[in-house]
């Protein structure tokens, strides 16, 4: 729900966070349980605190979540603003009963969402709603939140715990969230700098990130695989492990490359896969030509397209198949992208080139 | 789900809005359908379009939404955000089968929980999540949203739509939002300026705006009310036109006196109530006391509290009762204040008075 206002007599919440309400006895018979709320938020406070720098004004925060753009190296950059949540990546998380990856997975989405534009992540408010509030899920969940946005130099300067009875299914619960970043003006990247002859360059998803969770739980169920099940060709891995392997944030890596100015044009792999996320920074008259199999993936794609009988066309829509980022550099730049790469701990994969075209996506 | 991509070959949405995913058949099967997720977003498009200032990139947003600071004039400023739900109002309106109004409670929740810190919204991100998309509905809420982001001087910059089989009960739905404000250091208000002797002028809601109704439907239910009924003290109103009576921006009135420095303090009356939400910008040593009786309230509130019945100390935390906003001015400005609110087509009650305490509220 959204009353969020904190007890009487409290200190305003620096963090900008209004996790509180009174509890009197028609409210908790009506099945909303603010003292639950309220720990749950509690139990994470620390690692809010500990995502914070220095722009955000800890002190004068109430109602909403100060931010001082100056004083996070920001001052006339663009803001770049993304809302996503991790589809019914929470309904298998909850399933299986893991709920710390969950905010991690949300965070890196967003993260590499704006990273794609240049940007670096300033802060993030996030929006968790229950059927029931179960402190210790509903804190694991924003803890995770917050230690992710500490390990992207973000902030989590907000948010929302909402018990919402009736609306979600028993056991259920939803997590989104909204992060601003920023970007200088000669820094924006769109695309428009990519050239024919310019190489693509992929780094690897952990696994199927956010994406294609509907089809993953059907494939599941119609096949009666539990989520404890360990197929051979995982090595040792079960299949909540795979499943749940947290969306990787690609902004360690790829900042230095934007520093260096090397990159054209990037992007992040989402829904829709390569043929659906690519030519959203394509500049007309190019396309761009992937070989498939320049890329390894994780065993869990081929395991969900054999068992669904996924056609291969349709498994790179639905799926990442291994590609989590894709960076168009020019051609003479390469060995520079992969060093750069190398150095920051990441293997940098040459997977195509741009050719000709008309803004399609053709996979080899 | 947060597979959130543009379709092979369309232009970058400049809106920042993502709908759209590829309609694999595996996928469909999986129960997601992308068509009318995107059918959603489309009928709005327009109303989208026309809530964006200058400070909007069109022409450039892609995978997140750009905003220019410079542009919209809040340049060197603090940025102030905050995100909310709608909590169970949005199963009434399900219920109801009412879903324009959903969009302005959110949007005007959030402008008022930053202007309560002297900030006007810049832009704005929604998140919305169904079990099953139904465009006809969502675009009526994606549409409400714009058109309120519009009539606050507020971008809608993006924001997720989201189908989430098995997450949601059936034909249910959330909304949430995150709201990016701005206001000058030197009028940010934080309540440090309270003293005792400063008057409350309270400005009426239209109703339980966005909280109690956990609570309202248990009064619903029991009572076994239809929101069809209309009893009579509602002057030929419906129990649904009273509980969906949309929650009230005080953007308009408020920021005049904004502008003339008439204000030291201001709390928006949400979640637990008067005697929760004054005291988060009181100053130590100071209580504030109001006089029920000074605001005229809706026949709601007394049907509930009445049919519930909730106890009178209860109500006030649990519904606003009236209040929609509390002011606290120097006395010396109250006759200024009430004309400045009157020549905006606004009524200020002089409502209590800060007193010496310990930040309570005192409800006479």
Known sequence: ???????????????????????????????????????????????????????????????????????????????????DGV???VKLAVQAGRYDGIGADLVNHCVDDILVQGARPLFF????????????????????????????????LGGETAEMPGVYRPEEMDVAGTIIGCVSRDRLLDGSRIRVGD??????????????????????????????DRPPEFGGESLADALLAVHRSYLGPVMPLLD????????????????????????QGTAVRIEAAAMPRPPIFDFLCRHGRVAREESYRVFNMGFGMVLVVAAGDVDTVIETLAAAGETGRVVGEVVAGSREVRIG
Chains 1, 2 share one sequence.
Do not use: W
Request: hydrophobic letters at 40%; proline letters at 5%.
């Open 87 to 89: 589809g019914t990546k």
């Open 1 to 83: 729900m959204s009353e969020s206002t904190t007890t009487s007599g409290q200190e305003p919440r620096p963090d900008g966070r209004e996790p509180a309400r009174t509890a009197p006895s028609a409210y908790a018979a009506a099945g909303v349980d603010i003292d639950a709320k309220y720990g749950a938020v509690e139990s994470a406070r620390a690692a809010i605190k500990a995502s914070h720098g220095p722009g955000v004004l800890g002190d004068l925060g109430s109602f909403g979540g100060l931010f001082d753009l100056a004083a996070a190296g920001a001052e006339g950059q663009l803001l770049v603003a993304s809302t």
């Open 199 to 228: 190489v693509a360059v992929a780094l690897g998803s952990s696994g199927l990130h956010t994406n294609g969770f509907s089809l993953a739980r059907k494939v599941l169920d119609d096949g009666g695989f539990s989520l404890d």
């Open 125 to 156: 408010l996030d929006y968790v709603a229950v059927d029931k509030m179960l402190p210790e899920r509903v804190g694991a969940v924003i803890r995770g939140l917050a230690d992710a946005c500490r390990a992207n130099g973000c902030a989590l």
């Open 260 to 283: 260096r100015d090397l990159v054209h044009g990037m992007a992040h792999i989402t829904g829709g896969g390569l043929p659906d996320n690519l030519p959203r920074v394509l500049p």
